[in-house]
């Protein structure tokens, strides 16, 4: 099991950026991929970005694919989420999230929520207009 506490969540205006941070600590985090999704008021959650074990294929979802950066660093068992040009649409709690490894890393295994064992509690993000 690997314990998840996200941070850097707060209110920002439309245009703005955001840095989302999530330090684990447990299992060998190396050996986990890891994935941001987001979840606003009265929708489900939703796939933002995943990363493999080895900071390689990463995925994003539509909505934010050449806004958001997901990036590790396996030395300091941290998950980042670079968020710019915020909208008032990505507006949500946000949560990282690990999984165990798999031979097949592929967009549809990546942005699966059911794949992922560990989950931290999530961090606010507010983006106003």
């Known amino acids: 099991q690997v314990q998840l506490v996200e941070s850097g969540g707060g209110l920002v205006q439309a245009g703005g950026s955001l840095r989302l941070s999530c330090a684990a600590s447990?299992?060998?985090?190396?050996?986990?991929?890891m994935g941001w999704f987001r979840q606003a008021p009265g929708k489900e959650r939703e796939f933002v970005a995943a990363?493999?074990?080895?900071?390689?294929?990463?995925y994003y979802a539509d909505s934010v694919k050449g806004r958001f950066t997901i990036s590790r660093d396996n030395a300091k068992n941290t998950v980042y989420l670079q968020m710019n040009s915020l909208k008032p649409e990505d507006t949500a709690v946000y949560y990282c999230a690990a999984r165990t490894t798999v031979y097949y890393w592929v967009y549809d295994v990546a942005r699966a929520a059911t794949g992922y064992a560990d989950w931290g509690q999530g961090t606010q993000v507010t983006v106003s207009s």
């Open positions: 990363i493999r074990w080895s900071g390689g294929n990463t």
């Open positions: 447990g299992r060998t985090f190396s050996s986990y991929a």
